[in-house]
């Protein structure tokens, strides 16, 4: 009897880091054909808008950091360095996971 053998951590994130370059690059590419016009005119619909329904976010302060919350659903969006300011400064798996999405 065989046993499966499981990827390591590090392959793991090696993957997660390569799909989100991927989609990092698709953006940029995307980003690239559009003109500015485009980009300014797309920004006034959705700038400050939940991406779950569409709804206008509204700042809240929650653990002394502002953030953007919808009145609608709850969701919540955190501009750059929000989460970490939230989480801690503490070197973890959940501090890797953060640096993981870092632009």
């Known amino acids: 009897m065989s046993q499966t053998v ?3 951590h590090e392959e793991e994130e090696y993957f997660a880091k390569v799909e989100i370059q991927k989609k990092r690059d698709l ?3 995307v980003k690239k054909e559009k003109s ?3 980009l300014e005119e797309l ?7 939940c991406a779950n329904c569409g ?3 509204h700042p809240i302060v929650f653990k002394g950091v502002t953030i953007d919350q919808c009145p609608n659903c709850g969701g919540v969006f955190l501009d750059p360095g929000e989460l970490k300011q939230l989480a801690g400064e503490e070197e973890s798996l959940f501090g890797r996971f953060v640096d993981v999405f870092r632009f």
């Open 27 to 29: 953006a940029e590419k």
């Open 43 to 49: 920004k006034k619909l959705h700038w400050r808008h």
């Open 36 to 38: 500015q016009q485009e």
């Open 6 to 8: 499981k990827p390591s």
């Open 55 to 57: 709804f206008e976010m």
